[in-house]
T-cell receptor, first 112, second 114 residues
Framework: AQSVTQPDIHITVSEGASLELRCNYS??????LFWYVQSPGQGLQLLLK??????LVQGIKGFEAEFKRSQSSFNLRKPSVHWSDAAEYFCAVGSNTGKLIFGQGTTLQVKP | NAGVTQTPKFRVLKTGQSMTLLCAQD?????MYWYRQDPGMGLRLIHYSVGEGTTAKGEVPDGYNVSRLKKQNFLLGLESAAPSQTSVYFC?????????????FGPGTRLTVL
Protein backbone atom coordinates (compact mmCIF):
# COMPACT_ATOMS: atom_id res chain seq x y z
CA ALA A 1 0.00 0.00 0.00
CA GLN A 2 1.12 3.53 -0.65
CA SER A 3 2.33 5.57 2.29
CA VAL A 4 4.18 8.76 3.11
CA THR A 5 6.49 9.35 6.05
CA GLN A 6 7.71 12.71 7.29
CA PRO A 7 10.34 11.80 9.89
CA ASP A 8 10.50 15.24 11.51
CA ILE A 9 7.42 16.32 13.45
CA HIS A 10 8.84 19.69 14.41
CA ILE A 11 11.78 21.70 13.05
CA THR A 12 13.15 25.04 14.23
CA VAL A 13 15.46 27.13 12.05
CA SER A 14 16.78 30.66 12.30
CA GLU A 15 15.57 33.26 9.87
CA GLY A 16 17.92 33.38 6.89
CA ALA A 17 19.15 29.83 7.39
CA SER A 18 18.59 27.05 4.88
CA LEU A 19 15.81 24.52 5.27
CA GLU A 20 15.30 20.91 4.30
CA LEU A 21 12.15 18.98 5.16
CA ARG A 22 12.29 15.25 4.63
CA CYS A 23 9.70 13.08 2.93
CA ASN A 24 9.85 9.37 2.17
CA TYR A 25 7.21 7.53 0.20
CA SER A 26 6.24 3.99 -0.56
CA UNK A 27 4.84 3.41 -4.03
CA UNK A 28 5.40 0.72 -6.62
CA UNK A 29 5.25 2.78 -9.78
CA UNK A 30 6.39 6.29 -10.68
CA UNK A 31 4.72 8.44 -8.04
CA UNK A 32 2.87 11.70 -8.28
CA LEU A 33 4.31 13.73 -5.40
CA PHE A 34 3.14 16.94 -3.79
CA TRP A 35 4.12 19.37 -1.08
CA TYR A 36 1.39 21.44 0.55
CA VAL A 37 1.73 24.20 3.15
CA GLN A 38 -0.77 25.11 5.83
CA SER A 39 -0.44 28.50 7.48
CA PRO A 40 -1.95 28.84 10.95
CA GLY A 41 -5.74 28.78 10.87
CA GLN A 42 -5.92 28.28 7.12
CA GLY A 43 -6.42 25.57 4.56
CA LEU A 44 -3.66 23.88 2.60
CA GLN A 45 -1.99 25.44 -0.42
CA LEU A 46 0.05 23.64 -3.07
CA LEU A 47 3.76 24.50 -3.01
CA LEU A 48 4.93 22.23 -5.81
CA LYS A 49 4.39 18.87 -7.48
CA UNK A 50 6.36 16.23 -9.33
CA UNK A 51 4.91 14.01 -12.03
CA UNK A 52 7.81 13.18 -14.33
CA UNK A 53 10.81 14.68 -16.06
CA UNK A 54 13.34 16.87 -14.28
CA UNK A 55 13.80 15.56 -10.77
CA LEU A 56 14.35 19.03 -9.32
CA VAL A 57 11.09 20.94 -9.27
CA GLN A 58 10.56 24.58 -8.44
CA GLY A 59 7.56 25.83 -6.53
CA ILE A 60 6.08 28.98 -5.15
CA LYS A 61 7.59 31.12 -2.40
CA GLY A 62 11.16 30.10 -3.34
CA PHE A 63 10.76 26.42 -2.46
CA GLU A 64 12.14 23.51 -4.43
CA ALA A 65 12.07 19.74 -4.05
CA GLU A 66 14.18 16.93 -5.42
CA PHE A 67 12.81 13.54 -6.38
CA LYS A 68 15.25 10.71 -5.69
CA ARG A 69 13.88 7.39 -6.82
CA SER A 70 16.77 5.38 -5.35
CA GLN A 71 16.02 6.79 -1.90
CA SER A 72 12.22 6.98 -2.27
CA SER A 73 12.47 10.57 -1.15
CA PHE A 74 11.05 13.93 -2.12
CA ASN A 75 12.68 16.44 0.21
CA LEU A 76 11.63 20.07 0.28
CA ARG A 77 14.30 22.79 0.41
CA LYS A 78 14.62 26.53 0.68
CA PRO A 79 17.97 28.33 0.70
CA SER A 80 16.96 31.15 3.05
CA VAL A 81 13.95 30.93 5.36
CA HIS A 82 11.74 33.93 6.10
CA TRP A 83 9.65 34.37 9.25
CA SER A 84 6.51 34.07 7.12
CA ASP A 85 7.50 30.49 6.23
CA ALA A 86 6.47 29.32 9.70
CA ALA A 87 3.70 26.83 8.99
CA GLU A 88 2.91 23.15 8.76
CA TYR A 89 4.15 21.32 5.69
CA PHE A 90 2.63 18.18 4.25
CA CYS A 91 4.12 15.79 1.75
CA ALA A 92 1.62 13.70 -0.21
CA VAL A 93 1.61 10.97 -2.82
CA GLY A 94 -1.10 10.22 -5.36
CA SER A 95 -2.38 6.69 -4.91
CA ASN A 96 -3.14 4.27 -7.72
CA THR A 97 -6.86 4.91 -7.12
CA GLY A 98 -6.42 8.62 -7.66
CA LYS A 99 -6.66 9.65 -4.03
CA LEU A 100 -4.08 11.69 -2.18
CA ILE A 101 -2.23 10.17 0.76
CA PHE A 102 -0.74 12.65 3.19
CA GLY A 103 2.20 12.39 5.51
CA GLN A 104 1.88 13.31 9.17
CA GLY A 105 3.13 16.83 8.61
CA THR A 106 6.16 18.81 9.79
CA THR A 107 5.72 21.99 11.79
CA LEU A 108 8.30 24.64 10.97
CA GLN A 109 9.17 27.28 13.54
CA VAL A 110 11.36 30.21 12.49
CA LYS A 111 13.51 31.96 15.08
CA PRO A 112 14.22 35.67 14.61
CA ASN B 1 -13.63 33.99 -7.13
CA ALA B 2 -14.17 32.85 -3.56
CA GLY B 3 -12.60 29.45 -4.26
CA VAL B 4 -13.65 26.91 -1.65
CA THR B 5 -15.70 28.11 1.30
CA GLN B 6 -16.83 26.20 4.38
CA THR B 7 -19.64 26.87 6.82
CA PRO B 8 -19.45 27.11 9.80
CA LYS B 9 -15.90 27.95 10.88
CA PHE B 10 -16.37 26.73 14.45
CA ARG B 11 -18.92 24.54 16.18
CA VAL B 12 -19.35 22.91 19.57
CA LEU B 13 -21.70 19.94 19.85
CA LYS B 14 -22.81 17.70 22.63
CA THR B 15 -22.51 13.94 22.25
CA GLY B 16 -25.43 12.62 20.23
CA GLN B 17 -26.27 15.87 18.49
CA SER B 18 -26.29 16.12 14.73
CA MET B 19 -24.99 18.74 12.36
CA THR B 20 -24.17 19.40 8.72
CA LEU B 21 -21.03 21.04 7.37
CA LEU B 22 -21.39 22.85 4.08
CA CYS B 23 -18.69 23.14 1.44
CA ALA B 24 -19.11 25.28 -1.66
CA GLN B 25 -16.78 25.83 -4.61
CA ASP B 26 -17.09 28.24 -7.52
CA UNK B 27 -14.43 26.74 -9.79
CA UNK B 28 -16.74 24.29 -11.57
CA UNK B 29 -14.69 21.36 -10.28
CA UNK B 30 -16.08 17.85 -10.67
CA UNK B 31 -14.26 16.30 -7.72
CA MET B 32 -14.81 17.23 -4.10
CA TYR B 33 -13.38 15.77 -0.90
CA TRP B 34 -13.87 15.87 2.84
CA TYR B 35 -10.86 15.34 5.12
CA ARG B 36 -10.32 15.42 8.83
CA GLN B 37 -7.10 16.65 10.37
CA ASP B 38 -5.90 15.38 13.72
CA PRO B 39 -2.56 16.15 15.41
CA GLY B 40 0.23 13.89 14.20
CA MET B 41 -1.99 12.11 11.67
CA GLY B 42 -1.99 14.42 8.69
CA LEU B 43 -5.18 14.60 6.67
CA ARG B 44 -7.40 11.55 6.31
CA LEU B 45 -10.05 11.20 3.64
CA ILE B 46 -13.61 10.77 4.94
CA HIS B 47 -15.74 10.77 1.78
CA TYR B 48 -15.40 12.09 -1.72
CA SER B 49 -17.42 12.77 -4.84
CA VAL B 50 -16.46 12.47 -8.49
CA GLY B 51 -19.46 14.37 -9.73
CA GLU B 52 -22.93 15.66 -8.99
CA GLY B 53 -25.08 12.95 -7.46
CA THR B 54 -22.17 10.61 -6.69
CA THR B 55 -20.37 9.92 -3.41
CA ALA B 56 -17.87 7.33 -2.21
CA LYS B 57 -16.20 6.28 1.02
CA GLY B 58 -12.70 7.27 1.90
CA GLU B 59 -10.33 6.05 4.57
CA VAL B 60 -12.39 6.96 7.67
CA PRO B 61 -16.10 7.11 6.67
CA ASP B 62 -17.74 5.67 9.79
CA GLY B 63 -20.10 8.07 11.56
CA TYR B 64 -20.35 10.44 8.60
CA ASN B 65 -22.65 10.81 5.63
CA VAL B 66 -22.36 13.06 2.58
CA SER B 67 -24.46 14.39 -0.24
CA ARG B 68 -23.68 16.11 -3.54
CA LEU B 69 -27.01 17.31 -4.87
CA LYS B 70 -25.47 20.25 -6.70
CA LYS B 71 -22.11 20.31 -8.43
CA GLN B 72 -20.88 23.26 -6.42
CA ASN B 73 -21.87 21.93 -2.98
CA PHE B 74 -20.69 18.99 -0.91
CA LEU B 75 -22.32 18.42 2.48
CA LEU B 76 -20.86 16.42 5.36
CA GLY B 77 -23.27 15.19 8.01
CA LEU B 78 -22.77 13.84 11.49
CA GLU B 79 -25.93 12.05 12.60
CA SER B 80 -24.92 11.37 16.20
CA ALA B 81 -21.74 13.17 17.15
CA ALA B 82 -19.12 11.46 19.31
CA PRO B 83 -16.08 12.93 21.11
CA SER B 84 -13.86 10.99 18.69
CA GLN B 85 -15.16 13.25 15.93
CA THR B 86 -13.57 16.30 17.51
CA SER B 87 -11.29 17.47 14.73
CA VAL B 88 -10.66 20.08 12.08
CA TYR B 89 -12.54 19.32 8.87
CA PHE B 90 -11.34 20.42 5.47
CA CYS B 91 -13.14 20.39 2.19
CA UNK B 92 -11.23 20.38 -1.09
CA UNK B 93 -12.00 20.35 -4.77
CA UNK B 94 -10.03 19.42 -7.86
CA UNK B 95 -10.32 19.55 -11.62
CA UNK B 96 -9.55 15.83 -11.77
CA UNK B 97 -8.52 13.08 -9.40
CA UNK B 98 -6.73 14.41 -6.31
CA UNK B 99 -3.81 12.06 -6.77
CA UNK B 100 -2.87 13.74 -10.03
CA UNK B 101 -4.12 17.32 -9.72
CA UNK B 102 -3.79 20.31 -7.45
CA UNK B 103 -6.37 20.34 -4.69
CA UNK B 104 -7.93 23.60 -3.55
CA PHE B 105 -8.79 23.65 0.12
CA GLY B 106 -11.29 25.55 2.18
CA PRO B 107 -10.27 27.28 5.43
CA GLY B 108 -11.54 24.46 7.63
CA THR B 109 -14.19 23.90 10.30
CA ARG B 110 -13.07 23.32 13.86
CA LEU B 111 -15.52 20.96 15.56
CA THR B 112 -15.53 20.09 19.23
CA VAL B 113 -17.78 17.34 20.56
CA LEU B 114 -18.28 17.36 24.32
Amino acid sequence: AQSVTQPDIHITVSEGASLELRCNYSYGATPYLFWYVQSPGQGLQLLLKYFSGDTLVQGIKGFEAEFKRSQSSFNLRKPSVHWSDAAEYFCAVGSNTGKLIFGQGTTLQVKP
Amino acid sequence: NAGVTQTPKFRVLKTGQSMTLLCAQDMNHEYMYWYRQDPGMGLRLIHYSVGEGTTAKGEVPDGYNVSRLKKQNFLLGLESAAPSQTSVYFCASTQGLAGYNEQFFGPGTRLTVL
